[in-house]
């Protein structure tokens, strides 16, 4: 069974920084693409940054010079760093992951999603 764990969510002042970390557990063949997203209260989901297996990464204008999305391939784990973090980034952050069960077979997995407040 495919797991994708996130951690490293809490609660920050304005201007701090969190890192979080995605890893994925389980038995499968290979891991693909990643992402993060995130859902405030009230909002839809939202992408905040993703990564392909070969390292090309992808950022929402919002975040663009204060994030930075990466990735260990032999660990199956993916990092979200984020900087000069802004209240509005205040959101439930979630990671997802395509993985490729078998050599044929690949699904869109998801994390159990962790907390990001920042105060102002």
């Known amino acids: 069974q495919v797991q994708l764990v996130e951690s490293g969510g809490g609660l920050v002042q304005a201007g701090g920084s969190l890192r979080l970390s995605c890893a994925a557990s389980g038995s499968f063949f290979r891991v693909n693409n990643m992402g993060w997203y995130r859902q405030a209260p009230g909002k839809q989901r939202e992408l905040v940054a993703a990564i392909t297996s070969g390292g090309n990464t992808n950022y929402a204008d919002s975040v663009k010079g204060r994030f930075t999305i990466s990735r260990d391939n032999a660990k199956n784990t993916m990092y979200l760093q984020m900087n000069s973090l802004k209240p509005e980034d205040t959101a439930v952050y979630y990671c997802?992951?395509?993985?490729?069960?078998?050599?044929?077979?690949?699904?869109?997995?998801w994390g159990q999603g962790t907390q990001v407040t920042v105060s102002s």
């Open positions: 997802s992951s395509d993985i490729n069960t078998m050599p044929t077979y690949h699904y869109l997995f």
